[in-house]
């Protein structure tokens, strides 16, 4: 469908509006319009709204099938990828999943066995159409030492590909040690990653954040937090974290993850966090499919009766920047999952009501992720912009959200890549005991 030539035009593509800046066309309800794409050099050179005339004159007839530009997944943790098949989450808790995932971490995460299991991870999401990911990397110690130069590698065979970008990953107790955090940092910079935290409810953390926008400050490097990702209401990390920002006077980029707990608290404490996180100008990533999996999880196995996903709703009609990212995947905080980034929106519609309307959800796994990871021209589509963009044979968000659209083409620099997924059984050998 896609022909294999340096330049072609598309005819009668449906784009989102949301996804499509300047282009001027009639948008129905759902915010689609059909639109006509020239492709010339790997570029797209024009996008205008469809033309009858087009297809006489040779383009070719995308029949109103949906174009997405490529996505952008802006918190996956591909380090612990696909551990699970020798390290499964006994009870499918928090707690379970950080002990098999810390245990696992340990005893196996070699140079060796990390780079198979992310340029594993790398190969699905590429295939699955995602042309930037961010991922966390655990560096409690020793472990720094190990994940960052193969993420080094890794981001250089990627590059042209996937954008790789990287994050420190470790609870905030481990700022104490300041001497060694701030050895992190360092690391961090040299690496030209992201400093994160994981943050807790303890005595300290006021001081321990100072401390983390302190070394962000000094190094120029911008943040991401993993914060209330329970359903203890006592959790508030994430207004810690705004009052932080706002006090520091930090200038970077911050994105914060999970704040489930925020969804259970009452409404005068979630108004007055949000009016902070929007003075703050945070932006907040929901994890929809991870919390559906690890909130709410009850050891005496009766139903649970709450989503665990955060208030992405009221923090969007507050002009927050807000994003669905995948998470864990094949790992003890998520049995499942493969770095689609169209699944990790199928189920936000679901989990979250991206729906009745539609509006500008779609921009939560494009534009706004690219934006908080500084990727100029990823995740629209628009003249000028590279031609990396998925065809879809939905032509409608019900046809679009309702089969796995397994069959969807994915095209990189206006040529139609190899979507092969890699085999599970490239992994045996790293599984067993
Ligand atoms: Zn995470």
């Known amino acids: 469908m896609i022909p294999n030539a340096v330049s072609y035009r598309l005819a009668k593509a449906r784009l ?4 499509t800046p300047g282009l001027a066309a009639t948008y129905d309800s759902d915010g689609f319009a059909l639109a006509d794409i020239a492709v010339a050099d790997g570029k797209i050179s024009a996008v205008a709204a469809h033309d009858r005339a087009a297809i006489s004159s040779g383009a070719v007839d995308l029949a109103g099938r949906i174009v997405l530009p490529c996505f952008v997944d802006c918190h996956t943790h591909i380090d612990k990828g696909h551990i699970w098949p020798r390290k499964p989450n006994p009870d499918g808790t928090f707690t379970g999943a950080l002990n098999a995932a810390g245990a696992d971490r340990v005893a196996r995460w070699s140079a060796e066995d990390l780079a198979k299991r992310m340029d594993f991870s790398l190969r699905s999401a590429y295939a699955h159409g995602t042309k930037a ?19 080094e590698t890794m981001r250089e065979t990627w590059r042209g590909r996937i954008e790789l970008q990287g994050a420190c990953l470790l609870g905030i107790e481990g700022v104490r040690d300041k001497k060694w955090f701030d050895r992190l940092a360092k690391r961090v910079a040299a690496a030209k990653g992201v400093l994160g935290v994981v943050t807790y409810m303890v005595p300290d953390l006021e001081e321990l954040l100072d401390h ?6 000094k190094h120029g490097l911008d943040l991401d937090f993993h914060a209330d990702e329970t359903d203890d209401i006592a ?13 520091s006077g930090f200038e970077g980029n911050i994105l914060v993850g999970h704040c489930c707990s925020l969804a259970r608290q009452p409404d005068l404490e979630v108004l007055d966090t949000l009016d902070k996180v929007a003075k703050a100008g945070l932006a907040v990533v929901s994890l929809p499919m991870c919390n559906l999996y690890l909130q709410d999880r009850r050891s005496d196995h009766t139903t649970p009766r709450w989503r665990g996903v955060t208030l992405l709703h009221e923090m969007k009609a507050r002009g927050i920047a807000v994003a669905v990212a995948s998470d864990n995947t094949r ?29 500008d959800w779609p921009q939560t796994v494009a534009a706004t992720p690219a934006k908080v990871m500084r990727l100029d021209g990823f995740g629209t589509l628009a003249a000028g ?20 659209e397994s069959d969807r083409i994915v095209v990189r620099g206006g040529l139609a890549i190899d979507r092969q997924l890699p085999d599970y059984a490239e992994l045996d050998g790293l599984m067993v005991e």
Do not use: C, N
């Open 385 to 404: 912009g590279d031609a990396d963009f998925i065809l879809f044979k939905g032509r409608s968000w019900t046809e679009l959200l309702s089969r796995p």
């Open 16 to 19: 989102h509006a949301s996804l």
């Open 235 to 247: 959790a508030i990390s994430l207004k810690k974290i705004a009052e932080a920002a706002l006090w």
């Open 133 to 151: 990911l961010r991922t966390h990397l655990d560096s409690v110690a020793p472990q720094e030492e190990i994940s960052w130069p193969v993420f």
């Open 331 to 359: 790992d003890p905080f998520y049995a499942y999952g493969d770095l689609d980034m169209l699944e990790v929106y199928r189920m936000a519609t679901r989990i979250l009501h991206f729906d009745h309307p539609v509006a």
């Open 212 to 217: 983390v926008f302190a070394q962000a400050i």
